[in-house]
């Protein structure tokens, strides 16, 4: 991923989306926002106690940046699930100006509709964004541990290629900043349900599991997509973890529980 400030606020953006110009995309910082600690300062989540008019004033803030209406972000009520949905014209703007409007119980959203900005919002959980460059469809997902092992990633991509006929060559992914492997560590339920989900198979496991307790969320999503088809060379993962730069990232477990949201986020422009 490369750092780079747009109006003086400063995102992190993909290189392999960057060569799309008919998408807009994002993963934003705790940096440049309105929040008092600590949600401080551009916390994104209007769910987690933090002054709505601030969160408000956070999402225009990014919108300004971003060149679009705030009422183009369209969120969900994140359910550390592995529902898709399909965002259709009139889930537009959905959540994009309070939680109450939020996309109910997913954690994975598609369309193929220019102008609705689909954002997923974390704080050690892994935002994933898609792009098949051929048909011009864009998903985002949300994955902590529990919507990796009931695969929400597969899932998502299994959505594109049955409802849209995607090829999965075409599909390129994003994984951006999320607790890493570096410390991430796990009970040994988690180890077990792992060892579980991916079928006991060594090389999964070895690549998921660390000296039997750190969990690394980014190869297990990457196995995911692998497995429907996805080429290494289209998934860029950026090997950010937030528990280490919790200063630039919120961390759910770095900073104790009560913090803020940064959002991930793709459109395709009109
Ligand atoms: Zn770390």
Redesign the pocket.
Known sequence: MIEKSISSLPLWFFRHFLEYKEISHFISTRIGGYSNPPYDSLNLGFHVGDNPASVLKNRERLAMSLGISVESFTTAAQIHDCNVRIITSDLKGKGATGYNTAVKDTDAMITDIPGIYLMVLQADCVPIIFLDFRKKIIGVVHAGWKGTLRMVTKNTVNVFMEKFSSSSDDIIVGMGPS??P??YIVGSEIINQVKKVFNNKREYINEIIKNDKYLDLWNANKIQLMEMGVPEKNIEIARI?T??THTTFFSYRSLGGETGRFGAGILLKE
């Open positions: 607790i890493g570096c410390c973890c528990f280490c």
